[in-house]
């Protein structure tokens, strides 16, 4: 058994448990964390400008991956953490962050950057612990580990400066079977009850939330056996195919199918947290891979365990099921109708250039497998209507829903895949929010494409304030002309302001090699069902 100290060996065993880059900000309490990184193959380290983006970087590589993010950050630095630490809690991804602390001395006095860390991080993460002496420190990381990955949460360790010298004999070890284990053939719930309300149901909607990307065969199976229309949530956009004859889009403040309302049984699948204000109150059926995880109100109805098994149990249900005969009359009408919006968009040219229209000509330009991170906004729900995916992998925030994460989420989303075309898009609020990440993507050379959509205002928050009649105070937006900041930080800058040029320049930035940023002069485009 070798002896290291505590810095190299905790580096070694993340190695060992997978991890490939861990993101952060450096800091004096840190500083033996990053030698040990330095000196350990096979582990990388991306330095962001901020400790929030560092934390999304992590939080969006667990997303995309299912292995550990990591993140690290000086005691000081580790309240900036918390940003993206929130975002990586609520939507469910296993992060673990690492942050510097005073030397154990100075704990609980009144030295320089001390504060009770856990009181603060137990508000964001399911655990939470002190290393108090380097022995105890790798067993915690196991610990913390394990924690993050069984939970798909966030786990946070605070060491002490002072720790990450002492010596430890230990070899790394490889994740247990038990963090990876599949538990295929689950099935918790009564599938009976689910099956009957199934059969009864002359008006069937499958919600495709956060785990249809597990099981999209067997949802078209189950879409052909109940005769379903079909909407995909916005944190699923992408996991089916918008060209489906039953999608009739996603649901929200830019488009609201008109047969949601009659629908008489929901069939949700996963997580769809923005669209749940929307449906009828009627029979719904959550499928989800761990009972904690339905929502309270439809616990009764609802099944959890492996997500295609269930599905396909369902399907087998079906025999015979009929629906209303006008139900896919009504499908295709309002397929129809969105078609329809979505091609007189794509032929608006008037200016200022309208959201829509950008999302739209976004649809034509990228590639079937690029990834696309999308920021918080207004446009988000001119993406949702206007965007025809089709195999992208579109990723956001799907809870916490703040402003700033879509440059982080670009930039990790590059490094775990080179091969990809990378598209972020935001507003120029949150392009605000995450400006020295794009010195970050230059630094290392990564080929992103940032598209900023540009109405130089906070467009959802002024919708919601004129809709409750309130006074309209702090919505507008005073931004650089984000072309010329791009071309200061070394990447390269395209600016649009007729619609006519949108299609050539998304051309050209997206066949470049390195850092680009395209902005978009937009107009403040009112949602239509704010």
């Known amino acids: 058994m070798g002896q290291y100290n505590l810095a190299r060996a905790m ?20 500083l033996p964390f990053l030698d040990a990184l330095a ?36 005691a ?9 630490l929130a975002d990586a809690r609520l939507d469910g991804a296993p992060v673990l962050a690492l942050t510097g602390q005073v030397n154990t001395p100075e704990i609980a006095t009144p030295a320089k950057q001390f504060f009770d860390q856990q009181s603060l991080f137990k508000n964001f993460a399911a655990y939470t612990a002190l290393v ?6 790798l067993r915690l990381l196991i610990r913390a580990m394990s924690r993050a990955l069984l939970g798909q949460t966030v786990a946070h360790l605070s060491i002490p ?16 079977a038990l963090l990876t284990a599949a538990g295929r053939g689950c099935l918790l719930g009564d599938l009976e009850r689910a099956a009957e309300l199934m059969q009864r149901a002359g008006k069937p909607l499958v919600l495709v ?27 699923a956009k992408g996991v089916i195919p918008d060209a489906w004859p039953e999608v009739v889009g996603g649901i929200g403040e830019a488009w609201l199918p008109a047969l949601l309302p009659d629908c008489d049984c929901i069939l949700l699948i996963g997580q769809a947290s923005f669209e749940e204000k929307y449906l009828p109150k009627t029979a719904t059926i959550q499928i989800e891979s761990r009972p904690e995880q339905v929502n309270d109100i439809y616990l009764w109805d609802s099944l959890a365990g492996d997500v295609p098994f269930i599905i396909s149990r369902l399907t087998g249900k079906l025999a015979g099921h009929r629906t209303d005969p006008a139900w896919p009359e009504r499908i295709a009408a309002d397929k129809k109708q969105l078609l329809r919006l979505c091609g007189a968009d794509r032929q608006n040219n008037e200016r200022p250039l309208h959201p829509a229209r ?98 130089a205002l906070y467009g959802l928050e002024k919708d919601k304030t004129l809709a409750a009649g309130l006074k309209p105070l702090g919505l507008t937006i005073q931004g650089p002309d984000f072309s010329r900041y791009a071309r200061a930080c070394g990447a ?23 850092p680009v940023l395209v902005d978009v002069v937009c107009r403040d485009a009112r949602l239509p069902a704010v």
């Open 11 to 30: 580096v070694r065993q993340l190695a060992s448990w997978g991890v490939r880059t861990v993101y952060g900000v450096t800091g004096d309490d840190i």
């Open 358 to 455: 950008l999302m739209a000509s976004l649809s034509e330009a990228v590639a079937e497998d690029a990834v696309l991170t999308l920021d918080e906004g207004a446009f988000v729900h001119w993406f949702d209507r206007d965007f025809r995916a089709a195999g992208q992998a579109i990723l956001l925030s799907h809870r916490w829903r703040s402003m700033g994460g879509s440059l982080p989420a670009a930039i990790a989303a590059r490094l775990c895949f080179p091969a990809r075309q990378v598209i972020a898009l935001t507003g120029d609020g949150g392009m605000l929010m995450s400006l020295g990440e794009l010195t970050t993507a230059v630094k290392y050379n990564l080929g992103i494409v940032v598209v900023v959509v540009n109405n």
């Open 39 to 74: 000196r350990e193959e096979g582990i990388g380290y991306t330095a962001a400008a901020h400790e929030a983006a560092a934390a999304f970087m992590a939080s969006y590589t667990a997303k995309m991956t299912g292995r550990l993010g990591v993140c690290t950050a000086s």
């Open 132 to 137: 108090t002496n380097a022995p105890a420190g």
């Open 76 to 84: 000081a630095g580790a309240v900036n953490l918390l940003q993206g």
């Open 492 to 514: 390269r800058g395209f600016r649009v302001e007729d619609p006519r040029q949108l299609d050539e320049t998304l051309r050209q930035a997206l066949s470049s090699t390195g």
């Open 209 to 235: 939330g956060t785990r249809g990307k597990e099981a999209v065969a067997e949802i078209r199976q189950l879409v052909d056996a109940w005769g379903a229309a079909v909407v995909v949530a916005q944190e």
């Open 161 to 176: 400066e002072d720790l990450w010298s002492g010596t430890v004999q230990a070899e790394p070890g490889t994740p247990p």
